[in-house]
């Protein structure tokens, strides 16, 4: 009878009351499956350091994958999984078009600035502090206030380098180049890693400086085993030393903190035993061009020790070269990095995402002036280049205005920014579509 019965019910059409009956059994066997998976991946994970959480669905977001993750003053609102990104020649046309033009008489006015305030620093160097020991604490001060001046001209070189200087590429490279040597920076080689870098802004594996270790690899091993050693405070003053001061030099000979696709670098020498895959074709002759702009720098230094002695030179360019290297790596560095900016590989990145990756930080008007708005304009850099620094402003304040939920402005003062950057960037783990810092 019962077998009569199931055999029976298969040869008719179902009820309305069995199909009633039929979707809430599902229903509710659905929802113990979904506990079920839930439950062995919420076990899984917790024993899972450096791999991927489980993949999402596009434009959903899962704040409790970044319960554990540290604050900027974003407030982690750049932790979203599956954000979506308005396509990039739409970006470009929300933006005035005057702010791509440029104007030679007037970068040329900006560039006179920054070149006449260094040399007049460095006169007044000469001319009023003494060179003897005494005095160092003055040199010191001088030193920072001149290394930060001259930083003005290094972002002058720099918007050569970004083809944003003169409609004239000539004289825009001649500038670049002059400036940039007489920094011992290697204008084209830097041109050509520096593209890259806006090229694949936040990319785990091709990005250009500032790419950070991934959990588990040795590099975020032996970072996390020196703040074991040495403790938070120290390991932090520490880095920052490293970092600031080091660092510019040890990525130039180096290709330090580059993304692994390029290996070992050499802004100098693109041959071996360094790798050539960053200065294709063309970039290896323009490195050498490079390289003699240089060492002519090199070779006017050593006339200068010679004439005026060894100490003469380290006091008056030595000193202030340092505090120069020690802002560009700053922003550099606070511009992509912070506890809840995320970094994304080649599945998950775009070139917008990238660009709206970027962090606008308060400098204040002073070092605004002096550094021609490179670190609070720095977003509208990264969206296009080639907008001169004198229309970054104004581009700045339409990308807020239009895009307000992709738009990355952090409020905390420099400082303190710096100091949670190098006590908590240490390493990435991928959760869902995203690289973020692991505590």
């Known amino acids: 009878m019962g077998l009569a019965a199931t055999n029976r019910s298969f040869d008719l059409q179902p009820t309305a009351m069995d199909t009633r009956m039929l979707r809430s059994n599902h229903a ?11 439950k062995r991946r919420s076990v899984r994970n917790t024993h899972v350091r450096a791999v991927a959480a489980p993949p999402r669905e596009r434009g959903t977001e899962n704040a409790d994958d970044f319960g554990d993750v540290l604050r900027s003053g974003l407030q982690g609102s750049p932790l979203v999984h599956g954000k979506e990104f308005p396509p990039q020649a739409e970006v470009m046309k929300s933006i005035p078009r005057h702010c791509y033009e440029k104007n030679t008489w007037k970068s040329m006015g900006y560039a006179a600035i920054s070149v006449g305030l260094t040399l007049g620093c460095m006169a007044a160097g000469y001319a009023l502090i003494p060179l003897e ?6 040199w010191m001060l001088y030193a920072a206030v001149t290394g930060t001046v001259a930083t003005g001209c290094w972002v002058i070189a720099h918007e050569c380098g970004h083809g944003a200087f003169s409609d004239n590429s000539f004289l825009q490279d001649t500038v670049g180049y002059i400036l940039h040597s007489a920094l011992l920076v290697p204008y084209f080689s830097w041109q050509r890693t520096h593209a890259i870098h806006h090229a694949r802004t936040n990319h785990m ?17 032996l970072s996390r085993a020196l703040k074991r050693l040495l403790g938070e405070p120290v390991y932090a003053v520490t880095r920052m030393v490293s970092y600031l001061v080091f660092g510019w030099p040890v990525y130039l000979m180096t290709g330090a903190s580059g993304g692994p696709k390029y290996g070992v670098s050499n802004h100098f020498w693109p041959f071996k035993p360094f790798s050539d895959k960053l200065f294709p074709g063309k970039w290896k002759q323009k490195v050498l061009w490079s390289d003699v702009g240089v060492l002519a720098m090199l070779g006017f230094l050593a006339w200068w020790a010679k004439a005026a002695g060894v100490w003469t030179v380290l006091a008056l360019y030595g000193g202030p070269y340092v505090v120069v290297n020690v802002w560009l790596v700053l922003y550099t560095w606070l511009q992509h990095t912070d506890v809840d900016i995320p970094h994304f590989d080649k599945d998950n990145w775009s070139f917008i995402k990238g660009a709206f990756h970027t962090v606008d930080r308060p400098y204040g008007p002073v070092f605004d002036f002096l550094h021609h708005r490179i670190g609070s304009t720095h977003v509208a850099h990264h969206v296009n280049s080639t907008i001169p620094h004198y229309h970054a402003l104004e581009a700045t304040n339409v990308l807020k205005e239009k895009y307000p939920e992709h738009y990355l402005y952090d409020p905390t003062p420099i400082h303190k920014a710096v100091w949670r950057v190098a006590g908590n960037c240490l390493a990435v783990e991928k959760r869902g579509d995203m690289y973020v810092f692991k505590p």
Not at 28 to 38: D, H, N
């Open 28 to 38: 509710v066997l659905q929802r113990k499956t979904t506990t079920r998976v839930a």
């Open 133 to 138: 020991l005494p005095f160092l604490p003055v």
């Open 205 to 221: 594996s091709e990005g250009e400086t500032h790419v950070p270790d991934v959990e588990g690899s040795a590099g975020s091993e």
